[in-house]
């Protein structure tokens, strides 16, 4: 298979070492930094087949069905391009492609993702859908933060008048709601339609303690996967331990958080091009936080943007949900 790949500066080695010294000096990672190695991809693919509502079978899977099945039958006659923001796999992306298919659609598909091993293993997935309607993929990988105006690129790649579908399934969890707010907006042109899943707090919890959702955090697989991280920037495993607990975001929406941060037992320096960053015994590095949300939380997210949930497919007891918006 060949695909002209198209691959952002922010990707690029040296930009990534700069973002990851940065990170090491806030002591915070962003969610990117676990994505990018073939082994955090693979690791990152186990923990979600184990404890992802969508990823096992039956729980929350129909809800993205039935979502593609939604937003495909709404389209207009002619062409759709289906942006995959923080593709993954490209797995729940593929379903609004068969969903494009059994309509007898060309669809184009563009997977981004900030880890090549995932763009490539979405366009992979995705090929026998796209190209044997005549269908193009582009794959692109870029970190979503970075400044761009990625609306006005993809709109050159297609023929006027193509639909389009943006995807952010699985990134309101990873990212904070005024970022995520903020890279659905360099990819967002009037008339899109947005499909986004959202980890719901668990039906009868108040969302302080979150304790019914912590085991899908603090488990073998998170640590296996977090800890890629810590190895490859030289933080010893023996040097600390991974603890798990919830937060309150302090922006709009105050959606709460289950965050893991790694707490040093011991001093631990590191040593980069870029300098030296030392960490007392006692001090945290931040690794993750993965944002809950009811579903009206959803809805607050989305209308800065100037979008609007039309619709919603929600397993509570599952902890998940699909939102597809629309401008205005
Ligand atoms: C939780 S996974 C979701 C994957 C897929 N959409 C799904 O729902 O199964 C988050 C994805 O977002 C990507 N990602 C996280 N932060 C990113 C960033 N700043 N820029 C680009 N991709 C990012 C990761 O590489 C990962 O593939």
Redesign the pocket.
Known sequence: MRWTSHIHGSVSPVARAAARWQALVRRQV???FH??TPRQARL?RAL?EAVSP?GQAGAAWGLYEQAAEAVVGRLPEGEVLVI?L????G??DCRVLEACRARGKRAHYLP????LP?VLTAAEAAAPLVEAGGGRIWPVV????AEEDWGAWWQAQVPVGTACIL?F???L???APEEARACLQRWLRPGCWMLL?ANLMPAGEGGESLQGVLPQYDNDFTRQWLSVFLEDVGVPLSSGSLRFFCERYKGSPSVPAVVAEWQFHEPVEIRGEEGVVYYEAQERLRMLASYRYLPEQVAEAVQPLGQRVIASWVDRDAGEGVFLCAGG
């Open positions: 962003p969610a990117s994505y990018e990152w979600h969508a995959g923080g593709c993954g796999s797995r729940k981004v993702d900030v880890s995932l870029t970190d979503l933060t995807t399934y699985g990134m969890p990873s990212l899943s």
